[in-house]
């Protein structure tokens, strides 16, 4: 079993920027095949970013040059720092690791006011 834990959300002016975390746990801990995914009020949940073995990382369109994702092996947590902030990108923010099988954390808020 593993266990997803999100941290760093919260409210934010636009222009801003937050690092939100993802920290894995339990018996199938693992943080090699991460990926990012928000779900505004109203609208369906996307991808953010992911990355995966090897250090690869894509990211949507829609993020890509203010959002980063990076990966800490030692800590087991993969981070999306987040710059330039807007309004749009207000959402709930859900992290998903694979082994095996997929797993979901809980998620966090983010809130950009304008």
């Known amino acids: 079993q593993m266990q997803l834990a999100e941290s760093g959300g919260g409210l934010v002016q636009a222009g801003g920027s937050l690092r939100l975390s993802c920290t894995a746990s339990g018996k199938s801990a693992s943080v090699t095949a991460v990926a990012w995914h928000r779900q505004a009020p109203g609208k369906e949940r996307e991808l953010v970013a992911r990355i995966v073995g090897g250090g690869t990382t894509s990211y949507a369109d829609s993020v890509r040059g203010r959002f980063t994702i990076s990966r800490d092996y030692f800590k087991n947590t993969v981070y999306l720092q987040m710059s330039s902030l807007k309004p749009e990108d207000t959402a709930v923010y859900y992290c998903?690791?694979?082994?095996?099988?997929?797993?979901w954390g809980q998620g966090i808020q983010v809130t950009v006011s304008s």
């Open positions: 998903n690791s694979f082994n095996g099988r997929l797993y």
